[in-house]
């Protein structure tokens, strides 16, 4: 599956960079293109420079409300962030139009962190755009949330969360939730290595992305998993992972021709144990079972990876998502290793996002004021500009 990929704000832009970080490595490693148009999106001109893999030019890195912030972001101010993407998303929009590759491209995803103040307010705002003018593509939202720590030191960032996620949701087809303490619960050091985070958040699209870009040759899986069947797994509140079991590192190859059943065993279980740990790397918890949809995509070795692993990672699936639609392939990836990515979608209980949800409807009740203050300098700052003329 092609992607063109959209990222807001700080957050959005760093690990859209990351797509385009993978679109270069499945285009030397695997021969596929997965993310041909990559887009970013903010306020803020240091945070655009910093970015490494997505073109340097205005076009890719977009920077919007250049008056109004002078270059240095919203300072979490989500209503501006999405003002400023009214005023200037048509940048982006024929950003999208000139690029000669995303007609090849079967959807949408544009990413921002929901905490923040531009890509927050921007995310549910450029989706609309998007949706309004190409009705013929899914558009998916990969929403990141916060941190523990930002939650309990700046409310504005819950209430942003909630704001965000609840727009969000109305307009995209499917949302995808990362969220930022998971990956800081197996390892606290990810705290202070955000690019890490980052790497780890785009890491399961991988192979689900390339699985359906390879169409000949030793690439190609025996089930494989193509942009219809990601499009048709995907809707509302959505969990995706990867994880990995590593296979014995040298074996003779008599063991690899004639197998004892109790060998052949142990060849299906590594299915289950990769999917254990891809269970342990979910990107947002969530109770399976509520889950409408599922997708997973196995990758490993072609003499590794047969119809018995696929029946018992497909069995095991069923177990823990017993009324959900499955869909699934396989894939050759890498040698040493079996990978097993997973998405659970149409969720229909996510805590994290309950949690939001009422979390901020205290704050906003609490904090009235400061709500209606903040509306007030924007209709200020709209009512200053009325008599100007536009150019568009
Ligand atoms: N995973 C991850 N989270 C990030 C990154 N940068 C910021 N965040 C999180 O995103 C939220 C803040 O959003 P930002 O993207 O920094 O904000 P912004 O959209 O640039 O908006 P303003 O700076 O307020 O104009 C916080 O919850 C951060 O923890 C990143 O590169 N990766
Ligand atoms: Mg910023």
Same mark, same amino acid.
């Given at each position: 599956?092609?992607?063109?990929?959209?990222?807001?704000?700080?957050?959005?832009?760093?690990?859209?960079?990351?797509?385009?970080?993978?679109?270069?490595?499945?285009?030397?490693?695997?021969?596929?293109?997965?993310?041909?148009?990559?887009?970013?999106?903010?306020?803020?001109?240091?945070?655009?420079?910093?970015?490494?893999?997505?073109?340097?030019?205005?076009?890719?890195?977009?920077?919007?409300?250049?008056?109004?912030?002078?270059?240095?972001?919203?300072?979490?101010?989500?209503?501006?962030?999405?003002?400023?993407?009214?005023?200037?998303?048509?940048?982006?929009?024929?950003?999208?139009?000139?690029?000669?590759?995303?007609?090849?491209?079967?959807?949408?995803?544009?990413?921002?962190?929901?905490?923040?103040?531009?890509?927050?307010? #921007?995310?549910? $705002?450029?989706?609309?755009?998007?949706?309004? *003018?190409? %009705?013929?593509? /899914?558009? =998916?939202? &990969?929403?990141?949330?916060?941190?523990?720590?930002?939650?309990?030191?700046?409310?504005?960032?819950?209430?942003?969360?909630?704001?965000?996620?609840?727009?969000?949701?109305?307009?995209?087809?499917?949302?995808?939730?990362?969220?930022?303490?998971?990956?800081?619960?197996?390892? #606290?050091?990810? $705290?202070?290595?955000?690019?890490?985070?980052? *790497?780890? %958040?785009?890491? /399961?699209? =991988?192979? &689900?992305?390339?699985?359906?870009?390879?169409?000949?040759?030793?690439?190609?899986?025996?089930?494989?998993?193509?942009?219809?069947?990601?499009?048709?797994?995907?809707?509302?509140?959505?969990?995706?992972?990867?994880?990995?079991?590593?296979?014995?590192?040298?074996?003779?190859?008599?063991?690899?021709?004639?197998?004892?059943?109790?060998?052949?065993?142990?060849?299906?279980?590594?299915?289950?144990?990769?999917?254990?740990?891809?269970?342990?790397?979910?990107?947002?918890?969530?109770?399976?079972?509520?889950?409408?949809?599922?997708?997973?995509?196995?990758?490993?070795?072609?003499?590794?990876?047969?119809?018995?692993?696929?029946?018992?990672?497909?069995?095991?699936?069923?177990?823990?998502?017993?009324?959900?639609?499955?869909?699934?392939?396989?894939?050759?990836?890498?040698?040493?290793?079996?990978?097993?990515?997973?998405?659970?979608?149409?969720?229909?209980?996510?805590?994290?996002?309950?949690?939001?949800?009422?979390?901020?409807?205290?704050?906003?009740?609490?904090?009235?004021?400061?709500?209606?203050?903040?509306?007030?300098?924007?209709?200020?700052?709209?009512?200053?500009?009325?008599?100007?003329?536009?150019?568009?």
């Amino acid at each position: 599956m092609k992607l063109t990929v959209i990222g807001l704000g700080q957050c959005g832009s760093r690990v859209a960079d990351h797509f385009a970080r993978l679109n270069l490595k499945a285009r030397s490693e695997r021969k596929a293109t997965i993310a041909p148009v990559v887009l970013a999106m903010n306020t803020d001109q240091a945070d655009l420079t910093g970015l490494r893999y997505i073109r340097n030019d205005y076009k890719h890195r977009i920077l919007i409300g250049l008056r109004q912030t002078l270059g240095h972001g919203v300072g979490k101010i989500n209503e501006l962030g999405a003002q400023l993407a009214r005023e200037d998303g048509d940048k982006l929009m024929d950003s999208i139009k000139n690029e000669p590759q995303f007609y090849e491209t079967h959807a949408f995803l544009v990413i921002a962190g929901a905490g923040g103040g531009t890509g927050s307010g #921007a995310l549910p $705002v450029i989706a609309r755009m998007i949706k309004e *003018r190409h %009705i013929n593509k /899914p558009i =998916y939202a &990969l929403a990141v949330l916060p941190f523990e720590h930002e939650e309990s030191s700046e409310d504005r960032s819950v209430y942003n969360t909630a704001i965000c996620l609840k727009s969000i949701y109305e307009i995209a087809d499917a949302v995808f939730l990362a969220d930022n303490q998971r990956y800081v619960r197996k390892d #606290a050091s990810l $705290v202070n290595n955000i690019e890490k985070i980052n *790497r780890q %958040i785009v890491e /399961p699209f =991988y192979d &689900l992305m390339c699985a359906g870009e390879i169409t000949k040759g030793k690439g190609v899986g025996s089930r494989t998993v193509d942009g219809g069947d990601i499009i048709a797994s995907l809707e509302g509140w959505t969990s995706f992972g990867v994880g990995r079991t590593e296979l014995p590192s040298f074996r003779f190859p008599w063991e690899i021709r004639k197998k004892t059943f109790r060998e052949k065993a142990v060849e299906s279980f590594r299915g289950t144990q990769a999917l254990d740990s891809t269970l342990s790397e979910l990107s947002v918890a969530c109770d399976p079972a509520s889950a409408a949809r599922a997708l997973y995509v196995i990758a490993g070795p072609a003499n590794e990876v047969n119809v018995d692993m696929a029946k018992s990672v497909s069995d095991y699936i069923k177990e823990l998502a017993p009324t959900a639609m499955i869909r699934g392939g396989d894939f050759p990836g890498e040698k040493h290793f079996i990978d097993i990515t997973l998405m659970f979608s149409q969720l229909d209980t996510v805590p994290r996002v309950r949690n939001y949800y009422e979390k901020a409807t205290t704050w906003a009740s609490e904090h009235k004021e400061q709500v209606a203050e903040v509306k007030r300098k924007l209709d200020i700052l709209a009512e200053a500009g009325k008599d100007l003329p536009t150019l568009s």
